[in-house]
């Protein structure tokens, strides 16, 4: 079964660190476009960060400078560092992403969500 792997969340004190990868696995593939995106309980969906297939990223104004999106293309995983975290970003945070095929076929994806939770 072709998916996206979240992995990495947990619990942190506030202004600790965390790091999420997001993994593709059920075959070989590799990522084009990743999104990373939280969702509080109550809230919606928010994109968090993104990265292109060539490296170019792209955050939320209340990330920039905290969280650093990249990636790792021979791995087919893309990381999430989040430092500086505060209690208000506790979420569960997904993947979503592009999946292509060594025949060129492609797929979005979402992962199935990991807890971050940022609390003392």
């Known amino acids: 079964q072709v998916q996206l792997v979240e992995s990495g969340g947990g619990l942190v004190q506030p202004g600790g660190s965390l790091r999420l990868s997001c993994a593709a696995s059920g075959g070989i593939f590799s990522i084009n476009t990743v999104g990373w995106y939280r969702q509080a309980p109550g809230k919606e969906r928010e994109l968090v960060a993104s990265?292109?297939?060539?490296?170019?990223?792209n955050y939320a104004d209340s990330v920039r400078g905290r969280f650093t999106i990249s990636r790792d293309n021979a791995k087919s995983t893309v990381f999430l560092q989040m430092n500086s975290l505060k209690p208000e970003e506790t979420a569960v945070y997904y993947c979503n992403g592009v999946l292509i095929s060594p025949l060129g076929s492609r797929g979005n994806y979402w992962g199935q969500g990991t807890q971050v939770t940022v609390s003392s």
């Open positions: 990265i292109t297939g060539g490296g170019r990223t």
